[in-house]
């Protein structure tokens, strides 16, 4: 997973970005503009199986500052890499563009493959979302900058069809097999909700999300352990749950009702597709029943869903890795209610659902048994439900 921001804070603000700016091209930019982070509450490789999510936006994103060019070429300026990139129309090709400008090239490649124009432009990017976390710090990278392009060439782009464009980029340019989560959530998430995201129907409902008022924060805790999607067994666990809908005769995993899950697992052939299976199933109906006591208002009964989701990943669907699982048992341990890895897993953060105030008081605990199991230290703030993408000046 590669992307604009190596998590640092202060290059992700409009000033920073509206200075560089200037620095670069001698002159004020056009605009600024954001796209966040994410994290997913529940609903872990449902995406791409036509199921639900429920993730909410970081204050966590990627800020652009960005202006027209006239020579109808692009050049990028990552704040967190210190690198300049350009390119021009003949490297709109997926493979051309390479490393974290892939992600800037990709979403340019993906607007003109839906027929837009998009002007050539100048763009400064910053980045505060933690990179290699889980936190989607592509999809923020993707979104920003189809949001500053969408802007500055004058196109009409629907918020979820810009999602899709952005997710076309991740999957076709650069070539990671990702479903509709992460750009979703970056493009459509609002402030102080969590986003309920149907992936068949592409239907969404904001659930307003108030732990505060319950007494409760929610920990984002990053373990250092980098994950990545472009490799290995992001595309397994996806060609797995293809393989079972097909033996099963069903267009995807989400038509396999939970309550008929022990029949159609006895037909499949082995007990790894079962596990992974049962996974996706059980997953799905988490969900449902995580938007149902979101909107009852009581958020604290999310904890138990949170746990079952860990140990159905874990155990079914076999995508934690050891620091991950060391977390959330330590968290649990420390006074946290639930917790949970988040994002496409073999490393990146866990969420925990802790009484207010005692996310530092986990943390620690965590980073004590991690300096005791020989790990490297991890880092943790509060998640607090965000905006998705927008302009800000
Ligand atoms: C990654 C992917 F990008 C998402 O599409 C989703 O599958 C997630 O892993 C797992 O839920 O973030």
Not at 56 to 76: N, S
Not at 83 to 91: A, I
Not at 309 to 324: A, C, G, K, L, Y
Request: proline share 5%; hydrophobic share 45%.
């Amino acid at each position: 997973m590669v992307s604009a921001g190596a998590g640092t804070t202060d290059v992700a603000t409009a000033e920073a970005v509206g200075a560089a700016f200037r620095q670069l091209v001698g002159s004020d930019p056009a605009g600024v503009w954001a796209a966040p982070g994410r994290v997913n509450l529940i609903g872990e490789h449902t995406d791409y199986n036509d199921g639900f999510v429920l993730p909410f936006a970081l204050e966590q994103q990627v800020v652009v500052a960005a202006a027209p060019r006239t020579d109808g070429t692009w050049r990028v300026r990552s704040l967190n890499r210190r690198q300049t990139e350009s390119f021009g129309p003949d490297d709109l090709v997926p493979g051309r563009v390479e490393g974290w400008a892939a992600y800037v090239a990709g979403v340019v490649w993906a607007l003109v493959e839906a027929g837009h124009t998009v002007e050539g432009a100048d763009l400064v990017l910053g980045s505060d979302v933690p990179s290699g976390a889980g936190l989607s710090s592509s999809a923020a990278l993707e979104c920003a900058v189809l949001t500053t392009l969408v802007d500055l060439s004058g196109l009409e782009v629907a918020p979820l069809d810009r999602a899709r464009l952005a997710r076309r980029c991740e999957n076709e340019y650069v070539g990671a097999p990702t479903g509709l989560l992460d750009q979703a959530a970056s493009t459509l998430c609002e402030a102080d909700n969590a986003l309920f995201l149907d992936c068949r129907s592409a239907d969404t409902r904001q659930v307003p999300l108030d732990l505060a008022d319950a007494g409760l924060e929610l920990l984002v805790l990053d373990t250092k352990t980098p994950h990545s999607h472009v490799t290995g067994e992001y595309g397994d666990r996806r060609r797995s749950c293809e393989e079972a809908a097909a033996v099963l005769g069903v267009p995807a995993l989400r038509d396999v009702p939970v309550d008929e899950l022990d029949a159609a697992l006895e037909r499949l052939p082995d007990d790894e597709m079962r596990r992974r299976v049962r996974h996706v199933v059980t997953e799905d109906a988490r969900v449902l029943e995580a938007v149902a006591v979101a909107d009852a208002g009581r958020p604290a009964d999310l904890a138990p869903l949170l746990d079952a989701s860990h140990v159905s990943m874990r155990d079914d669907f076999e995508i934690t890795v050891p620091t991950v699982d060391l977390a959330v048992e330590t968290a649990r341990k420390a006074g946290a209610h639930g917790a949970r890895m988040t994002g496409g897993g073999f490393g990146g953060c866990i969420i925990a659902l802790v009484p207010a105030g005692r996310s530092d008081e986990v943390g620690e605990a965590v980073a004590a048994a991690f300096a005791e199991a020989g790990h490297g230290a991890p880092a943790w703030f509060v998640g607090r439900p965000s905006a998705g993408a927008r302009r800000l000046s």
